[in-house]
Each structure stands twice: as C-alpha cells, then as structure tokens.
C-alpha cells in the first residue's frame, strides 16, 4: 500500500510545542496538498506546492508551516501558534500544474492531538 | 469563487433502497466534478469523476450545468457503501489567466446503509 505516506499515524503533542507531520509520496507528482479534516467541516486546504522549491498557502495557513525540499517530500509543522491544532491531517499528491484537473491522491493521515 | 455544496451532513437508509447523495457546486468556468469516499479505516480515495463517466460500485453522478448539480446516484444501497463521501470540484484551464486551479471540496455526506 504505497504511493503516498504519512507518519506517524497518531500524534501527541504538548501545548507550546512544535510538532512536524511526515508526507512522502513515490507516484513522481509535481503537486503536493496538506489538508486538514475536521467533522462537518470537510476538508479545509492548508498549504499546497506545484513544484519543488515553491509552495503556497491555502485557506488556513495560520500556524502552520511547509518545506518542499525534494519532489518526494512535503513535511508539515504545526507550530504554537496554531490556535486549535487537534484534528486529522490529510497530505495528497497529484500530477500537477499541467494536469489540474487531475485525481488526487490521499495519505493515511495522521491524528494530531494536543494535551 | 468557487464553492461546493453538500446540504446533508448524514443520509441514513436501508440496503435495497435507492441512495442520493446531493452536491451542488458555484463556479463561473467550466468545472470537472468528482467524487471521493472514505470507508472506515480506509484512506480517502476517487470514487468516480464527472468526465470519464462510468459507473463505480453501482454509483452514477450526472453533471447538470443547468442546475449546477452533480448528484450521485445508487438504485440499490448495500451496507459496504456506508461511508464518507465528498463531493469535490476542480476548475479547469483558470490557472492560465492567473486563477485558481485548487479543488474545492463540499463538507462531506455521511452515509449508513441499515440492514
């Protein structure tokens, strides 16, 4: 069940601390997604690259922060200024720029919980 | 801006009936529909997209312009369809001149098939 990976799958993190979600994907997909999944509030865009080097913020970039070092890799921190940190992260992957209407792929996620 | 509408956050129905899941969607170009689901424990995933219109697990979605609707349709619910689904939209050929090429996705139906 490859593709595309996220570690860990549950998270405990103390108040105050910054705590970096792993995304890797082998699928050669130029776009990366950070997603975050709360209950009836969907999927909500957090961050998004087209390419290496570059990203973007979405629609709740506020606290949180990206690197796109490598094609293969998309880390995600949540630092402590994100307000509300608990929840469920989702990474996806897709073709990319060229192909935007493309299918996205989805991690496994991980649970972010902070105590 | 685009926007996608799902007006049920729960559809609850027995195996053997018919199931629709409803999705609305706002967007001034032209838009390629998708729908993605989530079974327990299972990573979200493509479930069937507007353009290639096929049928998936007994699953059909129509893409009415007219009304901006991309309903998704079973004639008979099983109790493995219980599940998220998420209807999700992706503006084709804006990035061009400088729009947005990110999906949007609706809040997401939850749907339990009762035995």
């Known amino acids: 069940d490859g593709g595309i990976t996220q570690s860990p799958k549950y998270l405990f993190r103390k108040e105050g601390q910054n705590v970096t979600l792993s995304c890797e994907q082998n699928?050669?997909?130029?776009?990366m997604y950070w997603y975050r999944q709360d209950p009836g509030q969907g999927l909500r865009l957090i961050y998004y690259?087209?390419?290496?080097?570059?990203?973007q913020k979405g629609d709740i970039a506020e606290g949180y922060s990206v690197s796109r070092e490598k094609k293969e890799s998309f880390p995600l921190t949540v630092t402590s200024a994100q307000k509300n940190p608990t929840a469920f992260y989702l990474c996806?992957?897709?073709?990319?720029?060229?192909?935007?209407?493309?299918?996205?792929?989805f991690g496994p996620g991980t649970r972010l919980t902070v105590l | 801006a685009q926007r996608v509408t799902q007006p049920e956050k729960l559809l609850s129905v027995f195996k053997g009936a018919p199931v629709e899941l409803k999705c609305n969607y706002s967007?001034?170009?032209?838009?390629?529909l998708f729908w993605y689901v989530q079974y327990s424990r299972q990573r979200l995933q493509l479930l069937l997209r507007?353009?290639s219109r096929e049928s998936i697990k007994g699953f059909t979605a129509d893409l009415n312009k007219g009304e901006t609707s991309f309903h998704l349709k079973k004639p008979f619910a099983q109790e493995e369809d219980s599940a998220m689904y998420y209807c999700?939209?992706?503006?084709?050929?804006?990035?061009?001149?400088?729009?947005?090429?990110?999906?949007?996705f609706g809040r997401g139906t939850s749907l339990i098939v009762h035995p």
């Open positions: 999700a939209l992706h503006p084709a050929g804006d990035y061009a001149s400088g729009g947005s090429y990110i999906p949007t």
């Open positions: 507007h353009i």
């Open positions: 699928l050669n997909h130029d776009a």
């Open positions: 690259s087209q390419i290496v080097n570059d990203f």
């Open positions: 996806a992957s897709s073709k990319g720029l060229a192909e935007s209407t493309d299918t996205q792929y």
């Open positions: 967007y001034s170009g032209s838009p390629e």
